[in-house]
């Protein structure tokens, strides 16, 4: 159950996608968002949203997955449709009952608000689905380094980033794991009331925050050991490499958002 | 008495993803009242996802277990009643530990039963001598003890609740020796004394050898063999071939076998193999 969390989980593979500079990933991610969120047109929508399909075919990454990752926002959705649909004011009325009234306007801005949450999760998700959290750190601190020049502690940031990303698993394992161990001992999660729940969540809680607590003191230790001693003269085996392929998909993206853009004010 | 039977189980994680793993196919065996099995394997042939079935924590995608005559994936099966008459102590069991004392957390199994007052406490003292746990212990916090200690506290827990069938994944994985053999010791008294069944998972084929009537071998998520220790053991080759091995002792006596002395194969301690060995060294002597 919790190993169905598929967000920030990454899909090895070794598409193009898959082999482009992270530091570009996150500039596209970036670049991908202005687009979907300056597309008002239907065709600029339709654009980003093929988009969206096209690069998933690329990375080969499979739309059930995609699926997958969506299915916890599909409350947010519902939620908000309801709302749109129904309490958003607008000129051309189709139905009215008491305050509840459906307006055109009403439908559209649903479909946009739709399409642009889709949108953005499928999109960033790609970003994880497809770069290793070293590849991701390592990208956000080559990006965020002219930071340093005002003594912002990029390296850390980043190593905290790391470390954080790298044990998520581990913790969703452990809570798993000590889950199942108390339910064998007849402990019950599901039923009563709210403080009831609250209460049985202790053995969980208190086993994992300990457990927590003695992995972090024995990682502090084994870096230690190994002489770490923050980002000052620490070089990196993996130098961050840009190409062709990555100027390329640049000058795309560009391009792409550009015409997105000149859509909305072009009249067909 | 039949009181666990398990029928053409089988389990998949992570269907429709690249990270799809058949964990065990097709698994069948049964489990007589008061046996004592030891179900050996690799690292990641399946042991640890087969015990989970057993008290209903993980649901096959196909076949079925039959606890006591019933089968537990029947609708209305109170999933609860599998999970008290089989108890299942996890691997590093100490890490469930969380109450305020030894006490406590031992009493938490019996307690989530409903049971009343006095019937837990005697619960709780019965478990914590059949572990070796003081009860001058029973006030301290299960965090300031030792590591061993702290794995029998854990193992009364499971056992506090009386389970039918005792459930142990690898007991005494990560400790010094004499933990091990103490360990392996009190449930094996256990048993003795309280006639219930015990299946403990285990990667050790001399704690096999040493304390199980009967083993069964998993290998890549299939049962390999499944018979006596004497049966299984006496595959010595079978058992090298999937990478595991018979006890150490016992592949001394067979490399001697080998060589044309006339010794047991079904030696499996070192006492019967000093019985086994002493005869030969007295004729070589004359």
């Known amino acids: 159950m919790l190993s169905d969390i598929t967000i920030g989980q990454m899909f090895p593979g070794n598409s193009l996608i898959h082999k482009l500079d992270a530091r570009y990933k996150i500039v596209f991610t970036i670049i991908f968002m202005v687009m979907l969120f300056c597309a008002n047109s239907l065709i600029g929508m339709a654009i980003t949203l093929l988009f969206v399909i096209f690069i998933y075919l690329l990375a080969k990454i499979p739309l059930t997955m995609l699926l997958k990752s969506l299915k916890p926002i599909i409350p947010i959705v519902i939620f908000m449709t309801v709302f749109n649909v129904f309490f958003y004011s607008g000129e051309t009325v189709i139905f009215k009952w008491g305050i509840i009234k459906l307006t055109l306007e009403g439908l559209k801005m649903t479909g946009v608000m739709m399409f642009r949450v889709i949108s953005v999760i499928s999109g960033t998700a790609m970003l994880t689905y497809t770069t290793s959290s070293i590849e991701l750190t390592d990208a956000i601190e080559s990006l965020m380094s002219p930071l340093k020049k005002v003594k912002f502690p990029v390296h850390d940031l980043s190593m905290m980033m790391t470390i954080a990303l790298r044990f998520i698993p581990t913790l969703i394992e452990e809570t798993d794991k000590i889950m199942s161990a108390q339910k064998s001992r007849g402990a019950d999660f599901e039923s009563g009331n709210i403080i009831k729940r609250a209460k049985a969540l202790m053995p969980i809680l208190i086993p994992l925050f300990l457990s927590a607590v003695t992995r972090a003191g024995e990682l502090a230790t084994a870096m230690e050991s190994r002489c770490y001693r923050g980002g000052e003269g620490r070089t990196k085996m993996k130098q961050p490499k840009s190409d062709k392929r990555d100027y390329i998909s640049l000058v795309f993206m560009i391009v792409l958002t550009a015409l997105v853009i000149s859509l909305n004010y072009i009249k067909f | ?286």
């Open chain 2, 1 to 286: 008495m039949t009181v666990l039977e398990v029928k053409n189980l089988s389990y998949s994680y992570g269907s429709g993803t690249p990270f799809y793993k058949k964990a065990l196919s097709d698994i069948s065996f049964k489990i007589e009242k008061g046996e004592f099995v030891a179900i050996i394997g690799h690292t990641g042939s399946g042991k640890s996802t087969l015990v989970s079935h057993l008290n209903a924590l993980t649901r096959a995608q196909s076949g079925s277990i039959i606890l006591n005559g019933e089968d537990i994936y029947k609708k209305g099966y109170n999933i609860k009643k599998a999970r008290q008459t089989v108890g299942l102590v996890f691997q590093y069991p100490e890490y469930q530990l969380f109450e305020e004392t030894v006490y406590r957390d031992i009493a938490f199994g019996p307690k989530n039963m409903g049971l009343s007052e006095s019937e837990i406490k005697s619960r709780v003292i019965s478990a914590a001598s059949a572990l070796e746990i003081d009860k001058s212990m029973f006030n301290s916090s299960p965090f300031e003890l030792s590591g061993g200690q702290k794995r029998r506290v854990a193992i009364a827990g499971v056992i506090a609740m009386n389970p039918e069938i005792l459930v142990l994944d690898e007991p005494a994985a990560g400790l010094d020796p004499k933990g091990r053999d103490r360990v392996m010791r009190l449930i094996s008294e256990y048993r003795k004394n309280t006639g219930n069944t015990v299946i403990i998972v285990s990667h050790s084929m001399q704690d096999a050898a040493n304390y199980a009537d009967r083993v069964l071998v998993l290998n890549e998520g299939k049962l390999y063999l499944n018979g006596t220790v004497d049966e299984v053991f006496e595959k010595a080759d079978e058992l090298e071939s999937i990478g595991l091995s018979v006890p150490p002792i016992t592949k001394i006596l067979i490399e001697l076998h080998k060589k044309g002395y006339a010794v047991p194969l079904n030696v499996y301690t070192a006492e019967d193999a000093a019985k086994a060995l002493l005869p030969l060294l007295k004729k070589e002597v004359k």
